[in-house]
């Protein structure tokens, strides 16, 4: 129960309540987690709503114009709830949130008072402080499909035919990975792709490839930048190939010239603002 139902105000309107508030995370691996002020568990929605956690939030404050929500989320860090290493790993970057205020003595009795997303987590003396962003945050980002020469299309990262799995032979600073074999793919095949880990203490975190080569009889991944959790030889990562997005590249590595969806033959800017020229060279190159 999302609104504002009779029983629920009747209740408040009484002056003698018994409220609290709940508060459901969702990361973005699918992890769920409940937490309340009450003194006592609650459970609604599938999701159990612990006491013990520590996490206490600021007064809501929402608005009807387009900026951030004014809230905050506190917690203490524990073993058993918000670890620190989950924190430091990105986990909780963009997860979910639910904040209702609750009947504690009848819990269909609630109403849902802010939803929206994790943005920025800061950690100070073994505590940590979310921001909370509500729904209408998304409008401040661009949106919309910009007419370029390059195309926008992203690869299915299910699609085997371009992605492989493979343990790791060697890696340092956790941005630089090697690998043994992988020798059928060509060089720099999976540059500007994504590495994802799917096993050890690093599990789903992924990053950018930032280049592909081979080195000393080794291939050699770098990501733009580092992942934030231990990495151990022998863990298993999951390399999907990378796209320049450029027409060349989709005709010739992808074959797929209908998957571009760029604008290969649009004018360049000096177009517009050229003089006449015999050259007819307009394509936004530099002139010598």
């Not at 006491?51 to 007064?59: R, V």
């Not at 900026?67 to 970057?93: C, F, H, K, P, Q």
């Not at 997860?95 to 504690?104: F, H, Q, S």
């Amino acid at each position: 129960m999302s609104g504002l139902d009779s029983g629920f105000a009747a209740h408040i309107a009484t002056g003698n309540t018994t409220l609290c508030r709940c508060w459901a995370v969702v990361r973005r691996d699918g992890w769920t987690m409940g937490f309340t002020d009450h003194d006592l568990d609650l459970s609604f929605e599938d999701i159990a709503f612990r006491a013990d956690t520590g996490l206490s939030a600021a007064a809501l404050q929402q608005t009807t114009g387009l900026s951030v929500d004014n809230t905050e989320a506190l917690g203490a860090l524990n073993a058993t709830a918000i670890r620190e290493d989950d924190i430091e790993a990105g986990r909780y970057d963009g997860a979910e949130v639910r904040a209702w205020i609750v009947n504690w003595a009848d819990v269909e009795r609630r109403m849902l008072m802010f939803r929206g997303h994790i943005g920025e987590v800061r950690r100070r003396e073994g505590a940590f402080e979310a921001e909370l962003r509500g729904l209408t945050d998304i409008l401040n980002q661009p949106t919309g499909r910009v007419y370029q020469k390059n195309g926008n299309a992203v690869l299915d990262p299910d699609e085997p035919a371009f992605a492989v799995e493979v343990p790791i032979a060697e890696v340092e600073d956790r941005r630089v990975f090697r690998f043994a074999g992988l020798t059928s793919y060509a060089d720099q095949w999976f540059q500007f792709g994504t590495l994802t880990l799917l096993d050890g203490k690093a599990q789903d975190l992924s990053g950018a490839i930032k280049r592909d080569y081979y080195e000393n009889g080794l291939r050699v991944i770098e990501l733009w930048r580092p992942i934030r959790q231990p990495i151990e030889p022998g863990d298993r990562v999951r390399l999907l190939a990378g796209c320049d997005n450029t027409v060349e590249d989709h005709t010739e590595k992808f074959g797929s010239l209908l998957d571009f969806r760029g604008f290969p033959d649009i004018p360049g800017d000096d177009w517009s603002f050229t003089d006449p020229s015999r050259a007819g060279d307009v394509d936004g190159g530099s002139r010598r």
